[in-house]
């Protein structure tokens, strides 16, 4: 596609169920980050990955919080016994390299936790 | 204290006017300077990006950054009712892998 896709775009759940958010980067883009937007909050970063691996997770709230990227291309982010609080838009960017690409931000995923 | 500040508005001025935005910062770390712009249930889309101190220039928008005051600062003239969005200052240490975000300022232009 043309930009980054993200799915689903609004996800409802309960508390204490499991979540997974996908991320499509550009085609061609090494690079892919993770970040939350609360409620009139900027961007919060939460990780990201240069190829196949995790560069830097040190935005991982807490071990409930994980994310993968099994072929250098889509990225799951995976939230466990969701709480109230990570109720958020999970946004996902690319770019062509992690140090001099632009970030290119998809329109994010809006998690809800009831 | 967060390590960007950015006073959240909201910010309304009639079209033509000129708006000036800003974020003040503790780290003296950070190297790389950028503004995004983000419509309602959009993504952030870079609007500027500068290294180190200095003014860069690009259509209606100029931004500033004075190191020396860890402040930074956005300028849009001739102000349009599409510049209508939130306004995110952002920085890192070292290119974009790690941007740190202010809270944002919404805008408003009216006609």
């Known amino acids: 596609g043309a930009g980054v896709s993200q799915t689903p775009s609004n996800k409802v759940t309960e508390k204490g169920k499991y979540v997974e958010l996908r991320c499509d980067p550009i085609?061609?883009?090494?690079?892919l980050y993770w970040y939350r937007q609360s409620l009139g909050q900027g961007p919060e970063f939460l990780i990201y990955f240069q190829g196949t691996g995790a560069a830097d997770d040190s935005g991982l709230p807490n071990d409930r919080f994980f994310a993968v990227r099994p072929e250098g291309s889509v990225s799951t982010l995976k939230i466990q016994r969701t709480e109230r609080g990570d109720s958020a838009v999970y946004l996902c960017?690319?770019?062509?390299?992690?140090?001099?690409?632009?970030?290119?931000f998809g329109e994010g995923s809006r998690l809800t936790v009831l | 204290q967060k390590e960007v500040e950015q006073d959240p508005g909201p910010l309304s001025v009639p079209e033509g006017a000129i708006v000036s935005l800003n974020c003040t910062y503790s780290n003296s770390a950070f190297q790389y300077f950028m503004w995004y712009r983000q419509y309602s249930r959009k993504g952030p889309e870079l609007l500027m990006y500068t290294y180190s101190s200095g003014n860069k220039e690009d259509g209606r928008f100029t931004a500033q950054v004075d190191k020396s005051s860890k402040y930074i600062s956005l300028f849009i003239r001739d102000s349009q009712p599409s510049d209508s969005a939130t306004y995110l200052c952002a920085m890192s240490e070292g290119g974009y892998n790690k941007l740190i975000f202010g809270a944002g300022t919404r805008l408003a232009v009216h006609p």
């Open positions: 960017a690319s770019s062509v390299d992690s140090y001099t690409g632009e970030l290119f």
């Open positions: 085609s061609g883009h090494t690079a």
